[in-house]
């Protein structure tokens, strides 16, 4: 295991080194959705909407010329414009011979794909979200060995990672790009209330010194102004207002020198966020606020900070146009000293549906491939939209993208690549409710971690006792937020 993450590392390094020396251009780290602790959460990767762009099911048919019809469902909206384009030049390219259908269904997605798999009617090809291990049990996922070019193997080599493309010694999903955690702010709104508009907060002291100004300033606007949005009506997006914030602490939930669950590393981050909330600070209706409106409210001028990914760059740009000048920065620490690095996930994007026939199967790998093409991943760095993690594809790239918050993403020196934690299934709420429990005042913080801890390491030992995983695969030994890698 330890060998694939540090293939992982090297990736990054060499993506990083070039994009430093391209001259007129710089890097980036971008966009998406893909969790380390998946939950079942419902991909909101920039993505919203429920718009439909194509038929739905599997396994159309061929028409009388032999053409291979194929759906492909995504949820990520932060690139649709860009992936729209990309199968209109595919089914030009391969007119009469395979016609790709796509379907932009981002509103619940993950409920309404296993709906539609379960009935039979599901995609040939369709984006990540989904616990890998739930989709394989289930035949939901196709293995990709048999189906890959060589030259695609040869490309992903040391890039699988157990639990996410990776399981039983086989592909089920191939990298396209990565995602950062950021801090993001609104200048003018930090300017207006007295702040330094280039200053962002480093420490969490600072965090709330800035929101509380923010928010007395908005008191006498027309219409109210707030000093952080913490949108958690969405449970997986605690991935990132936890997860990520306790990464950048230097403390992760999970021990993965043992596999062992310690949600106290926590603690820090919801004593900053219990604190905001004591001081008004924190935009109203947090706990059932869904990501999507709370970046309206962002770029609507309403909200100082707010947490971002990378996939940000197309919602803060296209999505939700920001009408105020916005920055980046790294995350604040509880001391605003660095402690940790972030993540940087960049291990799945589409999946092949298992229940496909082999044509359709064979088909949907063909258009897989176009979008790993390195012409395609230029044009996707290029046009601002992320940063290929493949090797050779950064180095070719020779238009500096100029979108708003590009730049500022492409600095991934405080992010590594984690490694993923065994796929369990936990009895009762999920971490993200029992959170949301806490704010909500419904459980003290030390009883929801003494539960959490009990009811994730159960099981583990559970999943280990079924036979169902190998700790073995999951173990990195030396593993710490310093070192994701381990040893």
Not at 66 to 72: A, C, K, P, R, S
Not at 171 to 190: A, E, H, I, T
Not at 327 to 347: I, M, N
Request: net charge negative.
């Amino acid at each position: 295991m330890k060998r694939k993450v540090l293939a992982m590392v090297l990736a990054l390094t060499m993506v990083t080194a070039a994009f430093a020396g391209c001259g007129k251009d710089d890097g980036g780290k971008a966009p998406d959705s893909g969790s380390n602790e998946q939950q079942g959460q419902t991909g909101d990767d920039g993505s919203q909407g429920g718009e439909e762009d194509g038929d739905t099911g599997a396994d159309e048919g061929e028409d009388a010329g032999g053409q291979v019809d194929i759906t492909f469902w995504t949820h990520y909206t932060d690139d649709i414009n860009f992936t729209k384009q990309k199968v209109e030049d595919f089914n030009n390219e391969f007119a009469g011979k395979i016609h790709v259908e796509l379907n932009h269904v981002s509103d619940d997605y993950n409920n309404v794909l296993l709906l539609a798999l379960q009935n039979g009617n599901g995609p040939d090809i369709y984006a990540d979200g989904i616990q890998l291990a739930q989709l394989v049990e289930m035949n939901y996922a196709a293995p990709l060995d048999n189906l890959m070019s060589d030259d695609m193997k040869a490309r992903v080599e040391g890039m699988n990672m157990v639990g996410n493309n990776w399981l039983n010694g086989n592909w089920y999903s191939l990298p396209f790009r990565g995602y950062n955690f950021r801090l993001v702010w609104n200048k003018d709104l930090f300017e207006a209330a007295g702040l330094d508009p280039e200053a962002p907060p480093k420490s969490y002291d600072e965090v709330i010194e800035y929101a509380k100004k923010i928010t007395e300033y908005g008191k006498d606007q027309e219409s109210q102004k707030y000093g952080f949005m913490l949108p958690t009506g969405e449970d997986w997006i605690w991935w990132i207002y936890g997860s990520q914030m306790a990464y950048a602490n230097g403390e992760s939930m999970i021990d993965l020198n043992t596999c062992t669950y310690q949600w106290e590393a926590y603690n820090k981050v919801m004593d900053l966020w219990l604190k905001l909330q004591e001081d008004g600070s924190l935009f109203p209706g947090g706990t059932t606020m869904q990501n999507d409106p709370a970046r309206a409210q962002f770029a609507a001028g309403n909200v100082g900070m707010i947490l971002a990914a990378s996939w940000d760059i197309g919602v803060f740009n296209d999505q939700f146009p920001c009408e105020n000048e916005w920055g980046v920065a790294t995350l604040p620490t509880y001391d605003g000293e660095f402690h940790g690095y972030t993540q940087l996930d960049a291990g799945s994007y589409l999946l092949i549906n298992g229940a496909s026939d082999e044509a359709h199967q064979k088909a949907a790998m063909e258009f897989y491939e176009y979008l790993l093409s390195e012409q395609t991943l230029m044009e996707y760095c290029e046009g601002g939209y992320g940063v290929p993690v493949y090797e050779g594809v950064a180095e070719k790239v020779e238009k500096k993208s100029d979108r708003p918050g590009f730049e500022e993403f492409s600095d991934v020196t405080t992010d590594r690549f984690y490694p993923y934690e065994p796929p369990i299934s936990v009895e009762g709420d999920g971490y993200g409710m029992v959170m949301n429990a806490v704010l909500n005042g419904a459980v003290t913080m030390e009883d929801a971690v003494t539960d959490l801890n009990t009811r994730y390491n159960a099981a583990v030992q559970a999943a280990v006792d079924a036979g169902d995983i190998n700790l073995d695969d999951y173990i990195i030994n030396g593993f710490s937020c310093m070192n994701p890698a381990g040893e």
